[in-house]
Protein backbone atom coordinates (compact mmCIF):
# COMPACT_ATOMS: atom_id res chain seq x y z
CA UNK A 1 0.00 0.00 0.00
CA UNK A 2 1.76 3.53 -1.11
CA UNK A 3 0.75 6.48 0.80
CA UNK A 4 -0.17 9.09 -1.12
CA UNK A 5 -0.60 12.65 -0.17
CA UNK A 6 -3.87 14.12 0.68
CA UNK A 7 -4.72 17.17 -1.65
CA UNK A 8 -7.74 19.22 -0.62
CA UNK A 9 -6.68 22.10 -2.71
CA UNK A 10 -8.71 21.93 -6.22
CA UNK A 11 -9.18 24.81 -8.74
CA UNK A 12 -12.42 26.36 -9.30
CA UNK A 13 -11.51 25.49 -13.20
CA UNK A 14 -11.49 21.78 -11.88
CA UNK A 15 -14.88 22.45 -10.20
CA UNK A 16 -16.78 23.75 -13.22
CA UNK A 17 -14.94 20.54 -15.28
CA UNK A 18 -16.56 18.11 -12.67
CA UNK A 19 -20.04 19.83 -12.98
CA UNK A 20 -20.08 19.72 -16.59
CA UNK A 21 -18.98 15.81 -16.60
CA UNK A 22 -22.10 15.02 -13.97
CA UNK A 23 -24.14 17.12 -16.46
CA UNK A 24 -23.31 15.10 -19.38
CA UNK A 25 -23.94 11.96 -17.89
CA UNK A 26 -27.44 13.13 -16.53
CA UNK A 27 -27.63 14.72 -20.28
CA UNK A 28 -26.79 11.13 -21.61
CA UNK A 29 -29.35 9.67 -19.09
CA UNK A 30 -31.90 12.27 -20.19
CA UNK A 31 -31.52 11.57 -23.45
CA UNK A 32 -32.01 7.60 -23.11
CA UNK A 33 -35.18 8.53 -21.43
CA UNK A 34 -36.34 11.25 -24.08
CA UNK A 35 -35.70 9.30 -26.80
CA UNK A 36 -37.71 6.34 -25.66
CA UNK A 37 -39.60 6.67 -29.19
CA UNK A 38 -36.70 5.50 -31.28
CA UNK A 39 -34.78 2.31 -31.53
CA UNK A 40 -32.62 1.04 -28.97
CA UNK A 41 -29.35 1.53 -30.58
CA UNK A 42 -30.13 5.59 -30.46
CA UNK A 43 -30.91 5.44 -27.21
CA UNK A 44 -28.20 3.48 -26.26
CA UNK A 45 -25.58 5.93 -28.68
CA UNK A 46 -27.15 8.97 -26.18
CA UNK A 47 -26.31 7.25 -23.52
CA UNK A 48 -22.42 6.25 -24.33
CA UNK A 49 -21.94 9.45 -26.11
CA UNK A 50 -22.53 11.50 -22.37
CA UNK A 51 -20.32 9.27 -20.51
CA UNK A 52 -18.20 9.45 -23.03
CA UNK A 53 -18.22 13.42 -23.25
CA UNK A 54 -18.13 13.03 -19.38
CA UNK A 55 -15.05 11.17 -19.36
CA UNK A 56 -13.72 13.45 -21.52
CA UNK A 57 -14.49 16.14 -19.41
CA UNK A 58 -13.17 14.80 -16.41
CA UNK A 59 -10.03 13.36 -17.77
CA UNK A 60 -8.94 17.44 -18.41
CA UNK A 61 -9.66 18.40 -14.45
CA UNK A 62 -7.27 17.11 -11.64
CA UNK A 63 -9.83 15.40 -9.54
CA UNK A 64 -11.01 13.10 -12.58
CA UNK A 65 -7.45 11.71 -13.45
CA UNK A 66 -7.02 11.32 -9.95
CA UNK A 67 -10.31 9.21 -9.94
CA UNK A 68 -9.52 7.48 -13.25
CA UNK A 69 -6.13 6.35 -11.99
CA UNK A 70 -7.72 5.19 -9.03
CA UNK A 71 -10.18 2.64 -11.17
CA UNK A 72 -7.13 1.77 -12.72
CA UNK A 73 -5.51 0.56 -9.45
CA UNK A 74 -8.80 -0.96 -8.80
CA UNK A 75 -9.07 -3.49 -11.74
CA UNK A 76 -5.42 -3.95 -11.29
CA UNK A 77 -5.82 -5.02 -7.98
CA UNK A 78 -8.82 -7.19 -8.73
CA UNK A 79 -6.49 -9.28 -10.82
CA UNK A 80 -4.51 -9.95 -8.27
CA UNK A 81 -7.46 -11.79 -6.22
CA UNK A 82 -7.14 -15.37 -5.94
CA UNK A 83 -10.79 -16.84 -6.74
CA UNK A 84 -12.25 -20.00 -5.42
CA UNK A 85 -12.88 -23.25 -8.10
CA UNK A 86 -16.21 -24.38 -8.05
CA UNK A 87 -15.44 -27.55 -6.25
CA UNK A 88 -13.93 -24.97 -3.19
CA UNK A 89 -17.29 -22.42 -3.51
CA UNK A 90 -20.10 -25.57 -3.64
CA UNK A 91 -17.69 -26.39 -0.42
CA UNK A 92 -18.34 -23.08 1.39
CA UNK A 93 -21.88 -22.84 -0.01
CA UNK A 94 -22.73 -25.87 1.74
CA UNK A 95 -21.10 -24.98 4.85
CA UNK A 96 -22.60 -21.75 4.93
CA UNK A 97 -26.37 -23.69 4.68
CA UNK A 98 -25.51 -26.54 6.98
CA UNK A 99 -24.65 -23.94 9.51
CA UNK A 100 -27.79 -21.93 8.75
CA UNK A 101 -29.91 -24.78 8.88
CA UNK A 102 -28.21 -25.30 12.33
CA UNK A 103 -28.91 -21.92 13.93
CA UNK A 104 -32.62 -21.91 12.37
CA UNK A 105 -33.26 -25.18 14.61
CA UNK A 106 -31.46 -24.20 17.14
CA UNK A 107 -32.81 -20.63 17.33
CA UNK A 108 -36.41 -22.62 16.91
CA UNK A 109 -35.88 -24.84 19.91
CA UNK A 110 -34.35 -22.23 21.83
CA UNK A 111 -37.73 -20.38 20.87
CA UNK A 112 -40.03 -23.12 22.03
CA UNK A 113 -38.46 -23.69 25.19
CA UNK A 114 -38.88 -20.01 26.25
CA UNK A 115 -42.24 -20.37 25.41
CA UNK A 116 -42.93 -23.56 27.51
CA UNK A 117 -41.22 -21.82 30.26
CA UNK A 118 -42.45 -18.62 30.06
CA UNK A 119 -46.28 -19.36 29.29
CA UNK A 120 -46.92 -22.70 30.56
CA UNK A 121 -44.32 -22.60 33.85
CA UNK A 122 -44.70 -19.00 35.00
CA UNK A 123 -47.80 -17.61 33.90
CA UNK A 124 -50.02 -20.94 33.53
CA UNK A 125 -51.91 -19.72 30.21
CA UNK A 126 -51.77 -22.91 28.54
CA UNK A 127 -53.41 -25.79 29.95
Not at 37 to 59: N, S
Not at 64 to 90: D, Q
Request: glycine residues 8%; hydrophobic residues 55%.
Amino acid sequence: MSNHPVETVSTSGDKVKVVLAICAVIAGVVGFYFLSDKPTLVRAGALVAGLIVAIAIAWTSDPGRNFLGFAKESVRETKKVVWPTRKEAMQITGVVFGFVLLMAIFLWGTDKILEFVLYDLILGWKK
